[in-house]
């Protein structure tokens, strides 16, 4: 059994452990905000958002750069699930929790109660969608995914913490309120999905996908008004992503058929 890794594969390797650790620091960026005064802790859920979209991006990247270099593993490809796991699966739960506590009936029964479920439903969800991707997926999503990628979810909490904690949206809470309920909606959903059989493509795959993305989360870092906006602009993506992604998979899977029969056509005049 082969344990050397090479330099094409150590690269790709080296871009998945720096999404690791960006979702390890969303973590512990997200708990120094314990403690603060309402209000105080916006720019630590900032960067922990940011973090995740980090990740994200990272996470994206690794893939496509093992496949240039030709440096596939399968150390990357199992070191790929825990990254999930951590940067799009705690992480944001983790985020979700501390967001909640916002508000002066934080520590009411129902508050509580709301924060831990929530977060377990997110987790949880987490784990069986990439359990199941794991067993049931030998090309790793190559020919699109079953149930919605888990970043859909990390990206819906990391942009609407981002835009809910940056001027002039600091009005729009996400710990009480119809902006709230929009919010936790859109993760029970997200994490409905997840574990659902609607098929989705890979968004790394395609370039008309990741590029814009990419763009968007490196304009997230740059000073001044621009980036709310962007983070913005990022949610309706996922939102579309989510509405069209199966109607694309539909129709490619439409296209691949008819090709099959296409070709058993031909073979059979062949004969």
């Not at 509580?112 to 479920?117: C, K, L, M």
């Not at 602009?233 to 296209?255: C, D, E, H, Q, T």
Request: charged content about 15%; hydrophobic content about 50%.
């Amino acid at each position: 059994m082969k344990t050397v890794l090479n330099w094409r594969q150590l690269i790709p390797i080296s871009i998945t452990l720096m999404a690791m650790l960006c979702g390890f620091f969303s973590i512990l960026v997200t708990m120094e905000s314990r403690g603060l005064p309402i209000g105080d802790g916006g720019v630590y859920h900032r960067w922990a958002a940011l973090l995740i979209m980090l990740a994200m991006i990272l996470d994206g990247l690794d893939g496509n750069v093992a496949r240039r270099l030709k440096g596939c593993s399968e150390m990357g490809a199992e070191l790929d699930t825990y990254v999930d796991m951590t940067a799009f699966g705690i992480a944001p739960a983790v985020l979700i929790y501390t967001v909640m506590l916002a508000g002066h009936d934080a520590n009411s029964a129902a508050r509580t109660f709301w924060r831990v479920a929530m977060t377990a439903a997110v987790v949880l969800s987490g784990v069986v969608r990439l359990a199941r991707f794991k067993a049931r997926d030998p090309h790793r999503g190559q020919m699109g995914y079953t149930g919605l990628p888990i970043t859909a979810c990390a990206g819906w909490v990391a942009m609407l913490v981002f835009v809910s904690q940056s001027k002039p949206f600091e009005r729009f809470s996400l710990s009480q309120g119809p902006v709230a309920m929009l919010f936790l909606a859109g993760v029970l959903s997200f994490i409905i999905l997840q574990v659902s059989n609607v098929r989705y493509p890979k968004p790394t795959k395609h370039p008309a996908l990741f590029i814009p993305m990419v763009v968007m989360v490196c304009v997230l870092f740059v000073p001044g008004k621009i980036p709310v906006y962007a983070a913005a602009f990022m949610v309706i993506m996922v939102l579309s992503y989510i509405m069209l992604g199966p109607l694309y998979m539909r129709r490619a899977m439409r296209k691949e058929l008819e090709a099959s029969a296409d070709a058993s056509k031909v073979t059979s005049c062949g004969q």
